[in-house]
C-alpha cells in the first residue's frame, strides 16, 4: 500500500492525560510531515488511545477499532493506552498492525514510519508492551499548541494507590513525574502562544514529586504561578488526602489558581472507603472539604462517586446521600462499580446485583441534581458579577467558565471565544447558567 499524503486520524478515550498524551503524539506526527485528521475521516493510518477504567470502556477500545477498520481496511492501526498495555492481546484484533503500551507511547509515531516504509499491513499484530511495573522515568513528552483556550498538561504518570476496585496502577505502573523544570517551561511555551488557562493533570496528580527531590505539589503550584503572564490554572483529580493545612497554606493565596477542586472521593461511608482501600474516611473527606472552603473564597467542589461497590448496603449508600447532601457538590460524575480482571474488588463476596447498582445511580443522580439547582438558584439570587473565559461560539450562545468551573452562555451577538469578561448571572439553563455581559473588552 502506498500513500502521498500520509493522513493520519488520532481517536482519544478516556481521561486527561490521554487527551494530552494525544496531543503530544499529534504533533509529534506533524513534525514528520503526518496530515493530522479527524478519527472519523477517511485516512491512510489510525491511532487508537484506549483507557481501561470500566469493562465498557474496554468494549468501546474494540469498538473503536473495529470501525476505523471498516471504514478503510487497508489503513494501518496502531492501538495504545491503558486497553493496550493491560490486555495486549485483547487489543491486537484482526486487522491492527501494531500494539503499544505505557511505557514509550511516543514510539507510535516511529511505528508509523515503520509501516509507510514497508508499504503494507502487518499479516499479525506488533506487540510492544513491556512490563509497565519497572518503569522508572518519566516518558518525555510535551505540547506547545492546543485547542480553543485551555492546555492540559500532564505532570505525572502512575499511582502507588493501588485501590481495590482499580486497574489503572496495572495499567500505569508507579508514579513517576515530569520534573519541575521541564513543566515550568512547557507552560511558559503555552503562555507564549496565548493560552488563557493550563490544567495540570496525570494519573495521581498530587503525587508530583515524590519520585524527585524537588519538593511537593504545592511547590510546584507556587512555581508555575510565579510564571509571567500566568492565566487561570486548574488541577486534575486530587485525592482528598492531600488536604492538608500545610498544603492548603502552600496554595491558599496564589493569584493563579481557580478556585475549583475536583476531590475523588468515590463513596461518602468510611465503611465502603475502607473496603476499596482508600486513604481516608468520610469524616477526613468533608474536613478537607471545610478546610478548602475555610481558606479559599468562592471555592466549588466537583467529584467522582462508584455506587454497588461489593458489599455496600443499603444504609451504607444512604450515607454517602448524606454526605452528598451536606458536601454540596457542583457537580458528580457517577457510575456504577464495574468489575475489572486482576482486581481485590471483583473476588469479594456480596457483589451488589447490577440492577440495584443502576437504581442507586438514578437515585444519587436525581439527589445531585436538585443540589446543583439549589446551588445555582442560590448564585443567581446573589446577583453576583463572575469573570468569564469563554471557550466556544455557536448560534446558540457563546459558552465558557468562571473560575470556579460554572458553564455560563450568553447570547451570541458576537464572537467571544479565548476573550475573558464579566457577566451577570441571570438564570439556570440544563448544564449551568444564562447571563448577560457587564463590560466591554478590555483593550
Given at each position: 500500500?502506498?500513500?502521498?499524503?500520509?493522513?493520519?486520524?488520532?481517536?482519544?478515550?478516556?481521561?486527561?492525560?490521554n487527551?494530552?498524551?494525544?496531543?503530544?503524539?499529534e504533533?509529534?506526527?506533524?513534525?514528520?510531515?503526518?496530515?493530522?485528521?479527524?478519527?472519523?475521516?477517511?485516512?491512510?493510518?489510525?491511532?487508537?488511545?484506549?483507557?481501561?477504567?470500566?469493562?465498557?470502556?474496554?468494549?468501546?477500545?474494540?469498538?473503536?477499532?473495529?470501525?476505523v477498520?471498516?471504514?478503510?481496511p487497508?489503513?494501518y492501526?496502531?492501538?495504545?493506552?491503558?486497553?493496550?498495555?493491560?490486555?495486549?492481546?485483547?487489543?491486537?484484533?484482526?486487522?491492527?498492525?501494531?500494539?503499544?503500551?505505557?511505557?514509550?507511547?511516543?514510539?507510535?509515531?516511529?511505528?508509523?514510519?515503520?509501516?509507510?516504509?514497508?508499504?503494507?499491513?502487518?499479516?499479525?499484530?506488533?506487540?510492544?508492551?513491556p512490563?509497565?511495573?519497572?518503569?522508572?522515568?518519566?516518558?518525555?513528552?510535551?505540547?506547545?499548541a492546543?485547542?480553543?483556550?485551555?492546555?492540559?498538561?500532564?505532570?505525572?504518570?502512575?499511582?502507588?494507590?493501588?485501590?481495590?476496585?482499580?486497574?489503572?496502577?496495572?495499567?500505569?505502573?508507579?508514579?513517576?513525574?515530569?520534573?519541575?523544570?521541564?513543566?515550568?517551561?512547557?507552560?511558559?511555551?503555552?503562555?507564549?502562544?496565548?493560552?488563557?488557562?493550563?490544567?495540570?493533570?496525570?494519573?495521581?496528580?498530587?503525587?508530583?514529586?515524590?519520585?524527585?527531590?524537588?519538593?511537593?505539589?504545592?511547590?510546584?503550584?507556587?512555581?508555575?504561578?510565579?510564571?509571567?503572564?500566568?492565566?487561570?490554572?486548574?488541577?486534575?483529580?486530587?485525592?482528598?488526602?492531600?488536604?492538608?493545612?500545610?498544603f492548603?497554606?502552600?496554595i491558599?493565596?496564589?493569584?493563579?489558581?481557580?478556585?475549583?477542586?475536583?476531590?475523588?472521593l468515590q463513596?461518602?461511608?468510611?465503611?465502603?472507603l475502607?473496603?476499596?482501600?482508600?486513604k481516608?474516611?468520610?469524616?477526613?473527606?468533608?474536613?478537607?472539604?471545610?478546610?478548602?472552603?475555610?481558606?479559599?473564597?468562592?471555592?466549588?467542589?466537583?467529584?467522582?462517586?462508584?455506587?454497588?461497590?461489593?458489599?455496600?448496603?443499603?444504609?451504607?449508600?444512604?450515607?454517602?446521600?448524606?454526605?452528598?447532601?451536606?458536601?454540596?457538590?457542583?457537580?458528580?460524575?457517577?457510575?456504577?462499580?464495574?468489575?475489572?480482571?486482576?482486581?481485590?474488588?471483583?473476588?469479594?463476596?456480596?457483589?451488589?446485583?447490577?440492577?440495584?447498582?443502576?437504581?442507586?445511580?438514578?437515585v444519587?443522580?436525581?439527589?445531585?441534581?436538585?443540589?446543583?439547582?439549589?446551588?445555582?438558584d442560590?448564585?443567581?439570587?446573589?446577583?453576583?458579577?463572575?469573570?468569564?473565559?469563554?471557550?466556544?461560539?455557536?448560534p446558540?450562545?457563546?459558552?465558557?467558565?468562571?473560575?470556579?468551573?460554572?458553564?455560563?452562555?450568553?447570547?451570541?451577538?458576537?464572537p467571544?471565544?479565548?476573550?475573558?469578561?464579566?457577566?451577570?448571572?441571570?438564570?439556570?439553563?440544563?448544564d449551568g447558567?444564562?447571563?448577560?455581559?457587564?463590560d466591554?473588552?478590555?483593550?
Open positions: 500500500m502506498t500513500s502521498i499524503c500520509k493522513s493520519v486520524g488520532i481517536a482519544t478515550l478516556g481521561c486527561k492525560v487527551q494530552y498524551e494525544s496531543r503530544a503524539i504533533e509529534a506526527l506533524i513534525a514528520r510531515g503526518y496530515t493530522v485528521c479527524a478519527p472519523d475521516a477517511c485516512c491512510d493510518a489510525y491511532i487508537i488511545n484506549t483507557c481501561t477504567v470500566t469493562a465498557e470502556s474496554d468494549r468501546k477500545g474494540r469498538q473503536l477499532i473495529r470501525r477498520l471498516s471504514q478503510n487497508q489503513a492501526v496502531v492501538v495504545t493506552g491503558c486497553f493496550a498495555q493491560a490486555d495486549p492481546d485483547g487489543a491486537a484484533l484482526p486487522g491492527v498492525d501494531a500494539v503499544c503500551g505505557n511505557t514509550e507511547k511516543m514510539q507510535v509515531v516511529q511505528m508509523l514510519d515503520e509501516l509507510f516504509a514497508k508499504g503494507e499491513k502487518n499479516a499479525q499484530a506488533q506487540i510492544d508492551v512490563d509497565i511495573q519497572k518503569a522508572r522515568c518519566f516518558e518525555p513528552m510535551r505540547i506547545t492546543f485547542e480553543r483556550t485551555r492546555a492540559y498538561v500532564k505532570i505525572q504518570d502512575g499511582c502507588d494507590s493501588h485501590c481495590t476496585y482499580c486497574a489503572i496502577p496495572g495499567a500505569r505502573g508507579p508514579v513517576r513525574s515530569k520534573p519541575m523544570q521541564e513543566v515550568l517551561d512547557e507552560v511558559r511555551v503555552l503562555i507564549d502562544h496565548g493560552c488563557a488557562e493550563i490544567v495540570l493533570t496525570g494519573i495521581e496528580t498530587a503525587s508530583w514529586g515524590k519520585d524527585l527531590d524537588e519538593g511537593d505539589f504545592g511547590d510546584l503550584l507556587r512555581a508555575v504561578d510565579a510564571l509571567p503572564g500566568i492565566g487561570r490554572v486548574r488541577l486534575g483529580s486530587l485525592d482528598p488526602s492531600l488536604i492538608k493545612p500545610r492548603v497554606q502552600k491558599a493565596d496564589l493569584k493563579s489558581l481557580a478556585p475549583h477542586f475536583h476531590l475523588s463513596s461518602g461511608c468510611s465503611r465502603t475502607a473496603a476499596m482501600k482508600r481516608y474516611n468520610a469524616e477526613q473527606a468533608m474536613q478537607a472539604l471545610e478546610l478548602l472552603r475555610a481558606s479559599i473564597p468562592c471555592v466549588q467542589f466537583t467529584t467522582d462517586v462508584i455506587v454497588g461497590f461489593p458489599g455496600e448496603t443499603d444504609e451504607d449508600f444512604a450515607q454517602t446521600l448524606e454526605f452528598i447532601r451536606k458536601a454540596r457538590f457542583l457537580q458528580i460524575h457517577a457510575f456504577p462499580y464495574s468489575g475489572r480482571k486482576n482486581t481485590p474488588a471483583i473476588r469479594m463476596p456480596n457483589q451488589v446485583p447490577m440492577q440495584i447498582r443502576r437504581r442507586r445511580l438514578h444519587l443522580q436525581e439527589e445531585q441534581k436538585q443540589i446543583r439547582a439549589q446551588m445555582l442560590e448564585m443567581i439570587a446573589k446577583g453576583p458579577c463572575k469573570q468569564v473565559l469563554f471557550e466556544t461560539d455557536s446558540a450562545g457563546c459558552t465558557g467558565h468562571t473560575p470556579e468551573f460554572i458553564e455560563v452562555t450568553v447570547p451570541f451577538e458576537q467571544l471565544c479565548g476573550q475573558i469578561r464579566t457577566v451577570c448571572l441571570t438564570g439556570r439553563s440544563k447558567c444564562t447571563a448577560a455581559l457587564t466591554t473588552p478590555s483593550k
